[in-house]
């Protein structure tokens, strides 16, 4: 049984990174097919905006025919821009987050990245028979790192994350706060600009989800990394972003957007970020009583 788990994880991740690097030689083609024409405007968009989306839709086959889940998507997040996507359960967050990270192609309209993002799941998605170091180590390989500098950049990363002398630790030896580090780390490794965060936080305790916005916040500004992050905690998003990008129940339209002009550290328990929370509560509640 534990033979077929590994090889469904391993086969897994491997769908998964074949799916990127799939995207990302379209992506490259399609730029070269525009500089051929003439028009090379969205190859140009990737160096001053880590990632772009326009009109972008997205729909899926269902029982009753085409179900339209993403409409007439328009998104900007600009180089080192922290942008937190919110909505209802369903609206098609993590299937928008899914789009970015080239997992999935668009059914209408246009995407570009700065590069291939990094993602970093709901679910840690460490390999059980590994360590913490050989997890994050995995990444290194796939890019191509030589062995011989894996094992410092490994631990940089590890000192990064505040996981000092983690690397020999398995995955059943870290609390749920230190999975989801490393996790982060095998993110990292991936040396992208853009990093994609599908509700990474939301099964945690609320002492250690707090603790690691924290250290995502400090992270984010010692890289100048760009993050486009799934939730669905309204105090999450105001906490941790730059802007909040509301989508509205499926099909995910974008409904409002508010830029959060409150100085880091931030609490969820401080009053500007509460009175923006609520503020953005009440639309929230809005678009799910008109959308039903």
């Known amino acids: 049984m534990r033979s077929q788990e590994m090889t469904t994880m391993a086969t ?3 769908k998964a990174e074949k799916a990127a690097r799939a995207a990302q030689a379209a992506e490259a083609a399609e730029a070269a097919e525009a500089a051929e024409t003439g028009s090379a405007s969205e190859s140009a968009d990737a160096g001053r905006y880590a990632a772009r989306l326009r009109h972008v839709s997205k729909s899926f086959a ?13 998104l900007d997040v600009a180089p080192g821009e922290f942008v937190t996507l919110l909505g209802a359960s369903g609206c098609g967050k993590s299937t928008l987050l899914n789009l970015v990270a080239g997992l999935d192609r668009p059914s209408a309209g246009s995407l570009t990245t700065d590069g291939r993002p990094a993602l970093m799941f709901q679910e840690h998605a460490l390999f059980p028979w590994l360590t913490a170091g050989k997890n994050i180590e995995l990444a290194l390989r796939l890019r191509g790192v030589p062995a011989s500098e894996r094992r410092a950049r490994v631990e940089e990363l590890l000192a990064l994350v505040r996981l000092h002398g983690a ?38 305790d609320a002492i250690t ?21 799934v ?12 802007r909040v990008v509301l989508l509205s129940s499926r099909p995910g ?12 550290p931030r609490r969820v ?24």
């Open 62 to 74: 269902g029982p009753g025919g085409e179900q339209l889940v993403l409409d007439d998507i328009d």
């Open 12 to 14: 897994t991740y491997a």
């Open 167 to 204: 690397y020999g630790k398995r995955v059943h030896e870290l609390s749920g706060g230190m999975r989801q580090r490393v996790a982060m780390a095998r993110a990292l490794a991936q040396d992208s600009r853009l990093l994609l965060m599908d509700e990474p936080f939301a099964a945690l």
């Open 253 to 264: 339209r974008v409904a409002r957007e508010w830029t959060v002009d409150i100085p880091q």
């Open 209 to 229: 989800r707090d603790t690691l916005h924290d250290e995502l916040t400090r992270i984010w500004q010692e890289t100048g990394l760009s993050v486009l992050f």
């Open 231 to 242: 939730t669905h905690n309204v105090r999450e998003a105001v906490r941790l972003a730059q």
């Open 269 to 292: 328990e401080d009053a500007p970020v509460a009175e923006l929370s609520l503020q953005i509560t009440e639309v929230l509640r809005g678009e799910i009583r008109r959308h039903g």
